[in-house]
Nanobody, 124 residues
Framework: QVQLVESGGGLVQAGGSLRLSCAASGRTFSSYTMGWFRQAPGKEREFVAAINWSSGTADGADSVKGRFTISRDNAKNTAALQVNNLKPEDTAVYYC?????????????????WGQGTQVIVSS
């Protein structure tokens, strides 16, 4: 089993920044993808960013490129999502997830483990 715990969410004004963290524990493997997703009220869960744990190759959704940066710390088994220049439409619960299986990293259905989420609220 793998446990994921997010932290770092909160209330911030538009234009502000937050650093979201995801700590992984339990059974882990050397090759997997960690992704960040978000879900706003009444909307589907959407892809935000992902990083390959072994290579460090990262990608992000077009809506967050230039504002959000995903990174990982192999030694600490943690990943971070630096979110800058926040907009009210970024308000959502942010989840980290691990994917071991084959399949596109942008699809939430391809992830095996999920954290409980951390709330981000951006006021205008």
């Amino acid at each position: 089993q793998v446990q994921l715990v997010e932290s770092g969410g909160g209330l911030v004004q538009a234009g502000g920044s937050l650093r979201l963290s995801c700590a992984a524990s339990g059974r882990t493997f050397s090759s997997y993808t960690m992704g960040w997703f978000r879900q706003a009220p009444g909307k589907e869960r959407e892809f935000v960013a992902a990083i390959n744990w072994s290579s460090g190759t990262a990608d992000g959704a077009d809506s967050v490129k230039g504002r959000f940066t995903i990174s990982r710390d192999n030694a600490k088994n943690t990943a971070a999502l630096q979110v800058n220049n926040l907009k009210p439409e970024d308000t959502a619960v942010y989840y980290c997830a691990l994917k071991f299986r084959w399949g596109t990293y942008t699809s939430p259905g391809n992830y095996d483990y999920w954290g409980q989420g951390t709330q981000v609220i951006v006021s205008s």
